[in-house]
């Protein structure tokens, strides 16, 4: 039996060649911190991360030496306290205000400068005028994240420099050429996108009975809340909102299934797109699919995911370290 613990080369030959680019996926992101351990374990500590979206939060933990701290909080965290951090509004481009969600994540990143953290770091989001994506490679580290994070259609949009700024996913998904912007010789890339499109929709012919009974622990929860909060601020058509938040039954999609679906199938078109013109060394898929958008509270699922991938690339990754 191999030992995982073995280092598989000098430490010092690796670093600030190896870059570790974490992708975006909502909460199949929690993945990221079980690749990290993994990969540790291997004796690979990447000099160079860049992050998209959750990838850039689980990114920041790390860079920042939190993720101990974040990996505590996360497996910790239960589906009603999630539904406590949401803050619902009707305006401002989103509708989740994430004030309170961010709010206890800037425990985490505290006002750290991203160039001053121990392990080179940055992230990428997306001009909302332009399509552009930004590059975030000094400046505070939480408002580069938070900008990374916003969800269209869920999160508000960050202005930032005079820019209004969304998701990473929606221009880079997986930041392979920003690790090698940075300086990467060999990037490792982890993809949350693959084999997700449909899968939100096909999960919920399979479980509606389920839901009918049970509506405590599953995303339509959350969505009977925002259209909870919602109905209290609008008076007119409350009930017709009701109806298009959750969807009527399996042949009519809600809000909710459109929104998901949609940016299941967005992520995994940019991703193949972008990961085709710039492929990296290696690519650590975690398998994830049956994972909703929004089930944060199922860290152990994702992180022990995380694992798993990397030991299924195990022999790849040793193959190339050891031709570095």
């Given at each position: 039996?191999?030992?995982?613990?073995?280092?598989?080369?000098?430490?010092d030959?690796?670093?600030?060649?190896?870059?570790?680019?974490?992708?975006?996926?909502?909460?199949?992101?929690?993945?990221?911190?079980?690749i990290?351990?993994?990969?540790a374990?291997?004796?690979?500590?990447?000099?160079?991360?860049?992050g998209?979206?959750?990838?850039?939060?689980?990114?920041?933990?790390?860079?920042?030496?939190?993720?101990?701290?974040?990996?505590?909080?996360?497996?910790?965290?239960?589906?009603?306290?999630?539904?406590?951090?949401?803050?619902?509004?009707?305006?401002?481009?989103?509708?989740?205000?994430?004030?309170?969600?961010?709010?206890?994540?800037?425990?985490?990143?505290?006002?750290?400068?991203?160039?001053?953290?121990?392990?080179?770091?940055?992230?990428?989001?997306?001009?909302?005028?332009?399509?552009?994506?930004?590059?975030?490679?000094?400046?505070?580290?939480?408002?580069?994240?938070?900008?990374?994070?916003?969800?269209p259609?869920?999160?508000?949009?960050?202005?930032?420099?005079?820019?209004?700024?969304?998701?990473?996913?929606?221009?880079?998904?997986?930041?392979?050429?920003?690790?090698?912007?940075?300086?990467?010789?060999?990037?490792?890339?982890?993809?949350?996108?693959?084999?997700?499109?449909?899968?939100?929709?096909?999960q919920?012919?399979?479980?509606?009975?389920?839901?009918?009974?049970?509506?405590?622990?599953?995303?339509?929860?959350?969505?009977?809340?925002?259209?909870?909060?919602?109905?209290?601020?609008?008076?007119?058509?409350?009930?017709?909102?009701?109806?298009?938040?959750?969807?009527?039954n399996?042949?009519?999609?809600?809000?909710?299934?459109?929104?998901?679906?949609?940016?299941?199938?967005?992520?995994?078109?940019?991703?193949?797109?972008?990961?085709?013109?710039?492929?990296?060394?290696?690519?650590?898929?975690?398998?994830?699919?049956?994972?909703?958008?929004?089930?944060?509270?199922?860290?152990?699922?994702?992180?022990?995911?995380?694992?798993?991938?990397?030991?299924?690339?195990?022999?790849?990754?040793?193959?190339?370290?050891?031709?570095?």
């Open positions: 039996m191999p030992d995982n613990k073995k280092q598989l080369q000098n430490p030959a690796l670093n600030n060649r190896i870059g570790l680019a974490l992708g975006s996926g909502s909460a199949r992101g929690w993945a990221h911190i079980g990290i351990r993994e990969l374990d291997m004796g690979i500590q990447p000099d160079i991360v860049a998209s979206s959750i990838g850039a939060f689980v990114g920041a933990a790390y860079a920042s030496n939190q993720l101990d701290k974040l990996e505590s909080w996360v497996c910790g965290l239960s589906w009603k306290e999630m539904i406590n951090y949401i803050d619902v509004t009707i305006t401002g481009g989103g509708f989740i205000q994430g004030e309170k969600l961010f709010g206890f994540t800037r425990e985490y990143l505290k006002e750290n400068a991203i160039e001053s953290l121990p392990r080179r770091f940055a992230t990428v989001a997306t001009e909302l005028n332009t399509g552009r994506e930004i590059w975030f490679q000094q400046g505070p580290l939480f408002e580069a994240v938070r900008a990374s994070m916003a969800l259609g869920l999160f508000r949009p960050v202005k930032l420099n005079n820019q209004w700024l969304v998701d990473g996913g929606l221009s880079n998904p997986v930041p392979v050429s920003l690790c090698r912007a940075m300086g990467a010789d060999i990037v490792i890339a982890v993809n949350l996108n693959g084999d997700i499109v449909g899968k939100h929709l096909r919920k012919v399979k479980s509606t009975k389920a839901t009918e009974n049970n509506n405590t622990h599953s995303e339509a929860t959350l969505w009977e809340r925002v259209s909870s909060q919602l109905k209290n601020n609008l008076n007119e058509h409350k009930n017709m909102l009701f109806s298009q938040l959750r969807g009527g399996i042949d009519s999609p809600g809000l909710f299934d459109v929104l998901a679906s949609s940016i299941n199938i967005m992520q995994d078109r940019i991703t193949r797109s972008r990961m085709a013109g710039d492929p990296p060394d290696i690519t650590l898929s975690p398998r994830l699919s049956h994972l909703g958008l929004l089930e944060f509270d199922e860290a152990a699922i994702a992180i022990e995911e995380g694992k798993a991938s990397v030991r299924r690339m195990r022999p790849a990754l040793e193959q190339l370290l050891e031709e570095l």
